[in-house]
């Protein structure tokens, strides 16, 4: 991808947040990580918000342990009935982010699982076309508005929920200081860039909330929906987490080629944000080879670069074995022997000049397409390609679903 001279540095602004429109009331005015500008407010507490989750990363492991006994104890009390597994990695993966924050303060079972539907239908509801437009057009506020009306609602919700936790720990008397909140609070005396100011504090708790539990949960459930059509990848994958070395534990994905080449796969071709957050260039730069002017406003599309043809084999279809993460994963970053950078496409930079973002300077295996495969790639593909049609239908029901890892 060229970016001019200047570097990524130039794409960190956010568009103005000012104007009461969805993206400032999701955001209270860009005062979180997500949608806040590069001021030194954002800088403070992008940098609290890091250091307190290295400290806290060590409480982690353990976390996920106990969590991940807890969310198989609830995956077998259904037995063969019906459930939504999107519903149960929503909560559980809502838990694990509040035990981190929180320590021994976190709230009831019960309270997190009236917080946890809320994360993923505010993001539903800000998404939707009746919503987003109100971004570009602030002054159809003046209209009635469903839509508007619901994601006030949820981010109220929101907003009691987080506020209840802070004003449970400053009102404790010896709240535990080993939380990402307490560093946040500054009551740990190791972590730096605390305290937040109370704006900061609340959106940081917001950013780990929302970026966590939707995306995750996401991934989860599209995970689980291209597996079940094959039966043959989930023994492969059992196999090797039930390999020699012992069971694994957080950190070990090295060990487990197969397991993080699903996991690659599931996230190329379902992406949790398929268009990125928007970007604003905040001087004068060029993306692949074409001038941006300083303001410009630009909405990185995930989903079209992890899915394009010249890139990828068969990019529609789910083939999480090691051809894949060999062959493809190396064209899409331009390394790897026999792999040459060429120049964009016109196509690609015609949709750039009508206000999308172009992909990255496409990476193609020198006279990929006229050679035939090895033996040995032929019938890994073949072992990888049973099920695709399967699993092309399957992918087509959720997005008919909503297209937010919510199975049917």
């Known amino acids: 991808m060229g ?14 947040w000012s104007c ?5 009331l999701v955001s209270r005015g860009g005062r979180d990580l997500a949608l806040g500008g590069p001021c030194p407010g954002w800088r403070r507490q992008r940098g ?3 250091g307190a989750l290295a400290r806290a990363g060590g409480r982690l492991g353990p976390l996920l342990w106990l969590q ?8 077998r009390s259904h037995g063969e009935a019906p459930l939504d597994p999107f519903e149960v990695f929503t909560f559980h993966t809502c838990s694990t982010i509040a035990r981190l924050l929180f320590g021994e303060m976190v709230p009831p079972p019960g309270e997190l699982r009236a917080f946890s539907p809320c994360l993923w239908e505010l993001l539903q509801v ?8 109100l971004d570009l057009l602030p002054l159809l506020r003046a209209l009635p508005n469903p839509g508007l009306r619901k994601l006030l609602q949820l981010v109220q919700h929101r907003d009691t929920f987080v506020e209840t936790q802070i004003q449970r720990h400053q009102a404790c008397p010896s709240p535990p200081s080993d939380t990402v909140l307490g560093a946040l609070l500054g009551r740990n005396p190791g972590a730096r860039g605390g305290p937040l100011s109370p704006p900061r504090l609340h959106m940081a708790l917001v950013d780990l909330f929302i970026g966590g539990t939707e995306t995750t949960a996401a991934a989860l459930g599209w995970a689980v929906a291209f597996l079940l059509h094959r039966p043959e990848l989930q023994a492969r994958l059992r196999a090797e987490l039930q390999g020699a070395q012992g069971p694994p534990g957080p950190g070990d994905m090295g060990r487990l080629p197969l397991l993080q080449a699903t996991v690659s796969e599931t996230l190329r071709l379902r992406p949790p944000a398929p268009l990125a957050l928007p970007h604003c260039a905040l001087r004068h730069t060029s993306l692949g080879g074409l001038p941006v002017a300083a303001g410009t406003v630009l909405v990185p599309n995930l989903l079209a670069a992890q899915q394009d043809p010249d890139i990828w084999q068969h990019p529609e279809v ?4 090691l051809v894949r993460l060999a062959t493809d994963w190396l064209r899409a970053v331009g390394g790897g022997r026999g792999v040459e950078r060429r120049p964009q496409s016109e196509g690609l930079k015609e949709r750039a000049l009508q206000g999308g973002v172009p992909a990255p300077n496409i990476a193609r295996e020198r006279e990929a397409r006229s050679t035939a495969p090895t033996q040995k790639h032929e019938r890994e593909n073949s072992e990888e390609g049973q099920g695709g049609d399967e699993t092309a239908r399957a992918s087509r029901v959720m997005c008919r679903n909503g297209g937010n890892g919510k199975g049917g």
Do not use: K, M
């Not at 800000?126 to 437009?133: A, C, I, L, M, N």
């Not at 789910?318 to 074995?321: A, W």
């Open 3 to 16: 970016l001019g001279t200047r570097g990524l540095g130039g794409f960190l602004g956010v568009p103005d």
């Open 20 to 24: 009461p429109t969805p993206g400032s």
């Open 48 to 50: 609290a918000v890091r």
């Open 68 to 75: 991940g006994r807890e969310l198989c104890e609830e995956l």
């Open 126 to 133: 800000w998404g939707h076309s009746s919503v987003r437009v």
């Open 318 to 321: 789910f083939l999480p074995g």
